[in-house]
């Protein structure tokens, strides 16, 4: 394509060109600031209608960048399409001295194969032997001019990364303070944490905690938008996902896993929400990008910490994991520290309810068992020659009865002792778990009768074993009598189930029942669900069992509802664990 005749410069004009390419290029302050100059050089240099730099691919991809420069006469038409490799197979030096290589393009490599230089259809006749040499200097000039864009690349994201190292340390240096000088109540100090996180690591951020009994609650909710805090009651108040659901802070929250997940979209909200209102939610949120790490302490997960990117200019990187997760060590040792300072303090609740308790519990038969042996000694000492014998047996089985209640009390306290330090052991035999049962019910007749509820028995399968046959009847005996006390007169029974490799036990009643904020609570030392004032009691037989059961390599769990009665469900290997 023919152009207008151009007038030649002199050696001095084209000297200052060139010093000013020079320039031009070795002080663009990118890579691609270099590559765009580069090929409007090398296309004006050689009065190419077409200058395309091609850099070699990065490791990972299958193509490099590519820019061009196109003359006025070649933008409409768009320019050729150029390989991205020249000639594969052949070297730079067999391509350089080729000499059947078309005339209408000619190329250079830049050094270090960093990339080719192509250049197609000169204005004027074809490419010269000068066209070439020149370009193979510019070549050489535009990797020195890509190297110092490169360096001042690096330079500068490691400067930002530096600054960014800064920013992180400040950060969770004022969360730490915020942590360390923060009160024994938890939820005011993770409110505040929330806000401290948005928006310098979050647009949204969320704090999920696992309560007593295993449930996920979401107690801190913060964004950076004014103007949605309907949106985030919305999120707060909006019910966790049920065990084993796909619910990302819920399923992080208990199996103690961080998540990065960067591509969010209809499709994965839809796998991972638990019903139509929570997708909605999620996507009037329209965060795309979560970040959530697990609140771990004592080597067990209290809750989850979560961050969502919802600004398009907000990414997650493995750096702002590893923040997120010092966050998250630094956060669980409050919630933690709060939990054990919540527990020594119900300890020692505990512990004075039960020296109350326990005096009063000692002090009960200790008065009848006086009366009787006092009565019995003033009438020893009217000198009569004997006392009626009915009269006597009466006055000794008060007393015995008395004993043994005493006597009950001290080995259930004996036992508690013997848990604590460790020195409960167990002898074993095999035992027949249908005789035990039918020993203890036979036993607890008179007080079943008293309590106006009888108790039936239900038997099937192999019920043998290799167990402690007192321990067992300890076990048996604290459901049963429990069941009778709390059981509000009301039919109990017993089921014994064999299986293959373990039998089961079940006591059942249909009396007052147990709310469930105190069913972790009734298996623990001086556990209670009700008031000693109105049942007595030491509050150590569900502890007791809980550790015979458990002794044996067993499980024991409760089922219960208030005023619905209560189901105890025992599980007990045949055998023991050879593990």
Same mark, same amino acid.
């Given at each position: ?85 020249? *000639? &594969? !197979?052949?070297? /730079?030096?067999? +391509? $350089?001295?080729?000499?059947?290589? #078309?005339?209408?393009?000619? %190329? @250079? ?115 950076? *938008? &004014? !103007?949605?805090? /309907?949106?985030? +009651? $919305?999120?707060?108040?909006?019910? #966790?996902?049920?065990?084993? %659901? @796909? ?124 009366? $009787? ?207």
């Amino acid at each position: 394509m023919p152009m207008e005749p151009v007038a030649p410069m002199s050696l001095e004009e084209a000297r200052a060109a060139e010093d000013a390419d020079s320039r031009q290029l070795l002080s663009a302050a990118t890579v691609e600031e270099a590559l765009a100059v580069l090929v409007e050089i090398a296309r004006r240099l050689t009065r190419a209608h077409q200058a395309t730099v091609v850099m070699t691919p990065t490791v990972g991809k299958t193509r490099g960048a590519s820019v061009t420069s196109l003359s006025r006469a070649y933008e409409v038409w768009g320019g050729y399409a150029v390989p991205s490799s020249d *000639e &594969p !197979g052949r070297t /730079a030096r067999e +391509r $350089r001295s080729a000499r059947a290589e #078309p005339r209408g393009r000619i %190329s @250079a490599s830049l050094p270090s194969d960093a990339g080719v230089l192509y250049l197609f259809d000169r204005e004027v006749g074809d490419f010269s032997r000068e066209d070439e040499l020149a370009l193979h200097r510019l070549a050489r000039l535009a990797g020195l001019a890509l190297e110092s864009a490169r360096l001042l690349r690096e330079e500068q994201q490691a400067r930002s990364e530096a600054e960014a190292a800064e920013q992180r340390a400040a950060f969770l240096a004022d969360a730490s303070r915020l942590l360390a000088s923060s009160s024994l109540d938890p939820k005011a100090t993770l409110d505040t944490l929330a806000r401290l996180c948005v928006p310098i690591l979050a647009d949204w951020c969320f704090v999920d905690i696992v309560d007593e009994s295993g449930t996920v609650q979401r107690t801190s909710v913060a964004h950076a *938008e &004014p !103007g949605l805090d /309907a949106l985030a +009651r $919305r999120v707060r108040d909006f019910p #966790p996902g049920p065990e084993g %659901s @796909a619910h990302p802070t819920t399923r992080v929250a208990r199996q103690a896993e961080s998540l990065l997940v960067d591509n969010i979209d209809d499709a994965w909200l839809r796998a991972v929400s638990v019903s139509e209102a929570h997708f909605e939610t999620m996507r009037e949120v329209g965060f795309h990008e979560i970040l959530a790490v697990p609140l771990l302490a004592r080597g067990r997960s209290l809750g989850a910490l979560t961050f969502l990117a919802v600004r398009p200019s907000r990414h997650y990187n493995p750096t702002d994991l590893e923040t997120a997760q010092d966050l998250a060590r630094r956060a669980a040792l409050l919630v933690d520290n709060a939990r054990l300072y919540r527990e020594a303090r119900r300890s020692v609740r505990l512990r004075d309810e039960f020296l109350a308790v326990a005096s009063h519990e000692l002090k009960t038969p200790l008065t009848p068992l006086q009366l $009787r042996l006092q009565w019995l000694r003033r009438q020893t000492r009217k000198d009569r020659p004997f006392l009626p014998t009915p009269l006597v047996v009466s006055q000794l089985d008060v007393v015995q009865r008395q004993v043994d209640k005493l006597s009950g009390l001290v080995h259930g306290l004996l036992d508690v002792s013997r848990l604590s330090s460790g020195r409960l052991t167990l002898h074993r035999e095999d035992v027949n778990l249908e005789a035990v049962a039918r020993e203890v019910k036979d036993r607890l007749a008179v007080p079943a009768s008293q309590a106006g509820s009888p108790v039936s028995l239900s038997l099937q399968g192999d019920l043998r074993g290799h167990w402690d046959r007192v321990r067992l009847e300890q076990v048996l005996t604290n459901l049963l009598a429990n069941a009778l006390k709390y059981g509000a007169g009301q039919p109990v029974h017993i089921a014994l189930r064999g299986e293959a490799d373990r039998v089961l036990l079940r006591v059942e009643d249909s009396g007052i029942g147990i709310a469930r904020e105190y069913q972790s609570h009734i298996f623990e030392r001086f556990g209670r669900a009700v008031s000693e004032r109105h049942y007595g009691g030491l509050g150590l037989g569900l502890y007791i069992t809980r550790q015979i059961v458990e002794a044996h390599g067993g499980e024991i769990g409760v089922r219960s509802e208030p005023d619905m009665g209560s189901r105890f469900e025992v599980s007990l290997p045949r055998h023991e664990s050879t593990a």
